[in-house]
């Protein structure tokens, strides 16, 4: 006779698996995450409205927006660790090399972003505005599905 087996026996694993994820802080990174996420689709709809009303000068605003998300925005961070790691000597410098492959591949990763606004940015100087008018509508919509998840 076979033995039958339960349909949900993997379900306490599972739901312990699902509390150790909460017990290591994962849902408050992700929903800190998101919220910075929020933030800077509302910065890029901000910056993209601003470059549809003033087409010639549509890089200003994308570049502006391109240098607080990568250079202001993670000062409070990546400044602290640089002057830790600096304070270190020999051993600062070999762990800031280590640092340095994780770094150049979030910085790969970030490349069609990056030259995904300049596109944009082109475009709408040279007087295109179809690629700036989807990217408004899709900021959009991913920001009123973060309000109505919020709420």
Do not use: C, N
């Amino acid at each position: 006779m076979k033995a039958q087996v339960r349909p949900h026996a993997k379900a306490p694993a599972i739901l312990l698996a699902m509390h150790a994820r909460r017990d290591l802080g994962f849902d408050e990174m992700s929903k800190f995450w998101h919220r910075i996420t929020y933030f800077r689709h509302r910065s890029e709809l901000w910056a993209l409205g601003l470059a549809m009303r003033v087409p010639v000068l549509a890089m200003l605003p994308i570049g502006i927006l391109l240098g607080f998300w990568w250079v202001i925005a993670p000062l409070p961070i990546v400044l602290p660790i640089i002057l830790l790691l600096d304070s270190l000597g020999h051993f600062g410098t070999m762990v800031s090399a280590v640092f340095g492959i994780p770094v150049l591949v979030a910085l790969f990763l970030a490349t069609p972003w990056f030259f995904g606004w300049y596109g944009i940015a082109a475009s709408l100087m040279f007087g295109r505005f179809t690629t700036a008018k989807a990217k408004e509508k899709a900021l959009a919509e991913s920001i009123h599905a973060y309000r109505t998840k919020a709420v």
